[in-house]
């Protein structure tokens, strides 16, 4: 059983949701570049997963207002809480093991 993750701050919520995304879309690009590897070897490499998910959130956080106007979203960087979504991208991680 899984229990719900509960994300108190909007800006933090709309953070996640696009950083879910952009991770996946890297970790789709990267496993076909690097289709031989096994992704539950890199999924378990913290020497490759910390920089993976730290790319993936310096992406979003420079890109942020774009990203939230693009969409109709307003979003304020300054009250994301980082470590709050680098724990749930680790989580969210888990959706790629094979």
Same mark, same amino acid.
């Given at each position: 059983?899984?229990?719900?993750?509960?994300?108190?701050?909007? *800006?933090?919520?709309?953070?996640?949701?696009?950083?879910?995304? *952009?991770?996946?879309? *890297?970790?789709?690009?990267?496993?076909?570049?690097?289709?031989?590897?096994?992704?539950?070897?890199?999924?378990?490499?913290?020497?490759?997963?910390?920089?993976?998910? &730290?790319?993936? &959130?310096?992406?979003?956080?420079?890109?942020?207002?774009?990203?939230?106007?693009?969409?109709?979203?307003?979003?304020?960087?300054?009250?994301?809480?980082?470590?709050?979504?680098?724990?749930?991208?680790?989580?969210? *991680?888990?959706?790629?093991?094979?």
């Amino acid at each position: 059983m899984s229990k719900e993750t509960v994300i108190e701050n909007k *800006s933090t919520e709309l953070f996640y949701d696009l950083a879910c995304r *952009s991770f996946s879309a *890297s970790w789709n690009m990267f496993m076909e570049v690097n289709g031989d590897g096994d992704a539950n070897n890199y999924l378990d490499d913290p020497d490759f997963m910390s920089p993976f998910i &730290i790319h993936v &959130i310096d992406h979003i956080q420079n890109n942020f207002e774009r990203f939230t106007t693009q969409e109709g979203n307003c979003g304020d960087i300054h009250e994301v809480n980082f470590e709050q979504v680098a724990a749930l991208l680790v989580g969210h *991680s888990e959706h790629f093991r094979k």
